[in-house]
């Protein structure tokens, strides 16, 4: 009997457990869970599976705790070869934090099966693989319908390219509301137009300008949809914890509150609130949080990193790294850069004939504009952050007339060849990259580019905020 089926048990024991007991045998059980956390190791970021398998060889190699994890539980090796890039998601499977599903169905020559979940309160993880006999390499567009045919989530995959037979994975954030008991999961299978080691299978020459203003499509040939209607185990959809912070500080002049932290199994989310006076929006942080044996959590490097608020460029809550299984009883948020949007350069006017432009943000420069056939492209010089580093600045532009566009696409490289002289750059020796954004079948003479931020202030010593 594994440590799941053991605090089923006792739940199931308690036929009625009385009112005033129930928040202490649900605080018992969580901590008999957390109590037998072994260490935890740092992943790395989702990226080729020849990656995620050295990663995974380490670990087993050099850490025999989470070998004997692994050795211990058969039927969840490939599912900790499959989630060696997140942290929480190895925690999880390392304390057998898990829900077996086992799910198949079969269609026009191709099986898929749902093997595992790992879900709780705000976060579901599906674990499925494709497998044919029939086709090349396979992959699924994953769509889920809830219940009440409601929204409040979002969902993502990052498991595009994985070889038939292997994990494949589609995770589920819920944002303005809890998990369900059940729901729906459709996956439209399609043959890939890369093999399995990403390589077009059909590769046709693209123009500099098909690569920027082509509209891309993606209709794929579907050969088959599954549906599967999975249930949750309540026990698992009700864990999470709220703290409740409350604590206001002043960060580069400006006033913040960390409101509350929650914290799940799968991740741990800080939620902050601003003052309206403050001359500046908070996009982006870099931070940690530590506990009082030096343990230290991180953001996350794959997924979710932050969410913001519908009425200003704010970011109100930041995902990280889950401290649930670490039996963690203080916690203690660093802060080591902000980003900010300063209020009074939301909007930054470039003309595009003559290449004057309102002050940039910090550390930025334009490199250059090509007025091409199907429209413009403008390229900046842009400073790194963090080192190896490569972001998206620009959140889209307003036309004369204001009316605000997104960006199609953006292309970001350590080089630029710079197209009257052929001269090639490489701004990586510097601490610098470009950053290349289209303007399809623009006609004005000026734009209003629209940061994501204006400034970074980095702190030698790191703003400290408790948390418990």
């Known amino acids: 009997m594994n440590r799941n089926e053991e605090y089923k048990a006792l739940r199931d024991s308690l036929v009625e457990t009385p009112s005033q007991l129930a928040y202490t045998v649900t605080k018992a059980v969580k901590r008999k869970k957390a109590s037998r956390k072994r260490t935890r190791i740092l992943g790395i970021p989702a990226g080729s599976l020849a990656v995620c398998f050295v990663a995974f060889m380490l670990l087993v190699n050099l850490f025999p705790p989470f070998a004997r994890a692994c050795g211990g539980v058969p039927v969840l090796r490939e599912l900790a070869k499959a989630v060696t890039w997140s942290p929480s998601l190895s925690a999880a499977v390392e304390d057998e934090y898990v829900q077996s599903v086992g799910q198949e169905q079969r269609k026009n020559g191709i099986t898929a099966r749902v093997e595992y979940l790992i879900v709780d309160q705000k976060q579901l993880n599906v674990f499925y693989t494709l497998d044919t006999d029939q086709y090349g390499q396979l992959d699924a567009d994953g769509a889920v319908t809830l219940p009440d045919g409601g929204d409040g989530y979002s969902s993502s995959s990052g498991s595009y390219g994985t070889p038939n037979g292997d994990l494949r994975q589609l995770t589920v954030d819920f944002v303005d509301r809890d998990m369900p008991e059940g729901l729906t999961l459709t996956l439209n299978v399609y043959q890939s137009a890369y093999d399995e080691n990403g390589i077009a299978m059909e590769s046709a020459e693209e123009t500099m300008e098909d690569t ?55 991740h741990l989310r800080l939620d902050l609130g601003y003052d309206p006076d403050n001359t500046a929006w908070l996009t982006g942080l870099d931070f940690y949080v530590e506990n009082e044996r030096g343990e230290r959590f991180v953001p996350v490097t794959n997924g979710i990193s932050a969410t913001g608020e519908e009425n200003s460029p704010s970011m109100v809550t930041y995902w990280m790294d889950t401290t649930y299984f670490s039996n963690s009883k203080e916690l203690k948020l660093y802060i080591t850069q902000a980003r900010w949007l300063e209020k009074s350069r939301e909007k930054i006017r470039l003309n595009l004939a003559t290449e004057e432009h309102d002050p940039l943000p910090d550390g930025t420069e334009l490199a250059g504009i090509q007025h091409l056939e199907r429209g413009y492209l403008l390229t900046f010089r842009e400073k790194q952050y963090r080192e190896g580093w490569m972001y998206s600045l620009w959140n889209g532009h307003l036309d004369a007339g204001g009316t605000a566009e997104s960006f199609s696409s953006s292309v970001s490289s350590y080089g630029y060849q710079e197209p009257d002289t052929g001269e090639y750059l490489d701004g990586s020796v510097s601490g610098f990259f470009y950053e290349t954004v289209p303007l399809p079948d623009y006609h004005g003479t000026e734009v209003w580019l629209k940061p994501v931020f204006t400034r970074v202030t980095d702190f030698s010593a790191p703003a400290a905020i408790s948390i418990r």
């Open 212 to 266: 920027y203003f082509k509209v891309q499509t993606h209709d794929p040939k579907i050969l088959a949809v599954f549906t599967f209607d999975l249930t949750f185990d309540p026990w698992f959809t009700a864990q999470g914890e709220t703290v409740a912070v409350g604590k206001t500080f002043q960060l580069d002049s400006q006033t913040l509150t960390l409101k509350q932290a929650e914290i799940y199994p799968t």
